[in-house]
Every structure is written in C-alpha cells, then in structure tokens.
C-alpha cells in the first residue's frame, strides 16, 4: 500500500486547511487510517483515526473539536479539516494505515503498518 498526502501550506492563525491522503496498492480501500503529526523538535503524536466505514472517529484532545477526518471509500482517500488552526498545529502531517485485518481505530503509531511521506502545515501568527 502506499499513501500520498497532499494539501499542506501557509495559513494564518484561525484559518482552515484540508489535507488529504491518498492511498493505491493492494486493498488500499477497506483499511483503518490514521493521521499523526509530527513538530520541529518534537515526537510524533497523534492526530485523528477513522474505521474502515468512516462511523468510528478519535481524536486527540488538543484538536477535538477543530479538526475533522472523513473519509471517501470510492476515492480511496482520507481527508483531515483543520479549522480555527493555531500556531502550535504546525507540524509534518502524516497519514497512515493499519494491516488490513485490523479493524480498530488506534491513536497508537506502533499499530500502523504503512506510512505517506508527509505534508507540511505552517499556522503564522
């Protein structure tokens, strides 16, 4: 499976962005993804995780509330709507994707099989 990411940029304090994650290769429809991100200096945390239906959601406390991830199935893709961002939201974006068999959601990077490449948020002040 491999995953693309896409839609970083600059944006300004309370602004919104999306970002998107697509993924192509064997099964790369029916998986649980995550998003996770990582900051200058810092570790990598988790963001949001969706099931493999899009019902089931979970999200870190420091985004609950302002951050959204949906899912098409058709598409093969992930999305993650950051509104009313702030300055401590920027980061590398990740998104990522459990082994096919999982079912769960997880916030933890351990339980995921396979990684995109990454896109960049910058929230100015």
């Known amino acids: 499976v491999q995953l693309q990411a896409s839609g970083g940029g600059l944006v300004q304090v309370g602004g919104s962005l999306r970002v998107s994650c697509t993924a192509s290769?064997?099964?790369?429809?029916?998986?649980?993804m995550g998003w996770f991100r990582q900051a200058p200096e810092k570790e990598r945390e988790f963001v949001a995780t969706?099931?493999?239906?899009?019902?089931?959601?979970n999200y870190a406390d420091s985004v609950q509330g302002r951050f959204i991830i949906s899912r098409d199935n058709t598409k093969n893709t992930v999305y993650l709507q950051m509104n009313n961002l702030k300055p401590e939201d920027t980061a590398v974006y990740y998104c990522a994707a459990r082994h096919q068999h999982e079912t769960a959601i997880s916030g933890s990077a351990e339980g995921y099989s396979y990684w995109g490449q990454g896109t960049e948020v910058t929230v100015s002040s």
């Open positions: 969706i099931n493999k239906s899009g019902v089931r959601k």
């Open positions: 290769g064997r099964a790369s429809g029916s998986r649980v």
